[in-house]
């Protein structure tokens, strides 16, 4: 709840800003400004709150849940040091930027099309329906990406090395895998996301 009151809050609130500085800028605020803003947007929220990001993956790892939360994060610290809280941050800003950058954009273009090409007026079903196609692009635009992440924030090089060199790396190496384990982990990205929607 944390991590997504800080990063979702953050990511939506510097959308506008972004978007407005952008048509200041070139004038215009057609889709690839909203595009772009929402990447930067994303990114930078993502940058700022990965640390909360890193602990609540490894607490929902973690084998030992009497350490709770402050535990966690100093053991992290210790074996780890403050790069610890950064794992993944490249990948997790990606996936943020992408999420944003295909919600936002997506919700504003799909409010305007349905404003000129339907019956729909302002109101709470013209949100509701572009909400609705908003989160679906952003599902399947982040569903690969969540599991790089993922994969990147559980690493822990000082028990067993490093599995993953960078992001192209785990992403190379979960493609490399039986096609039906590949397949069983999207399904699973894909059922958990649907889930929690």
Request: hydrophobic share 40%; charged share 20%.
């Amino acid at each position: 709840m944390v991590r997504s009151l800080l990063c979702g809050g953050l990511r939506l609130s510097l959308y506008e800003p972004c978007k407005s500085f952008a048509d200041s800028v070139f004038g215009s605020a057609n889709i690839f400004v909203k595009l772009v803003s929402g990447t930067i947007s994303g990114a930078i929220a993502t940058a700022v709150t990965n640390p909360v990001d890193v602990l609540k993956v490894r607490m929902q790892m973690n084998m030992n849940p009497q350490r709770g939360p402050v535990g966690e994060l100093r053991q992290i610290i210790s074996e780890e040091g403050l790069k610890g809280l950064w794992k993944g941050v490249g990948t997790s800003m990606t996936r943020a930027g992408a999420l944003t950058a295909s919600q936002l954009a997506t919700y504003d273009e799909s409010k305007q099309a349905l404003l000129r090409w339907t019956p729909l007026e302002e109101g709470f079903l013209l949100h509701l329906i572009s909400s609705c196609i908003a989160g679906a692009v952003g599902t399947l635009v982040t569903g690969p990406m969540d599991i790089v992440k993922t994969r990147l924030m559980l690493q822990q090089e000082s028990k067993g090395g490093i599995i993953y060199r960078n992001s192209f790396h785990c992403a190379y190496q979960a493609r490399r895998r039986p096609c039906c384990e590949l397949h069983h982990t999207f399904i699973q990205c894909y059922k958990a996301r649907k889930a929690l929607a």
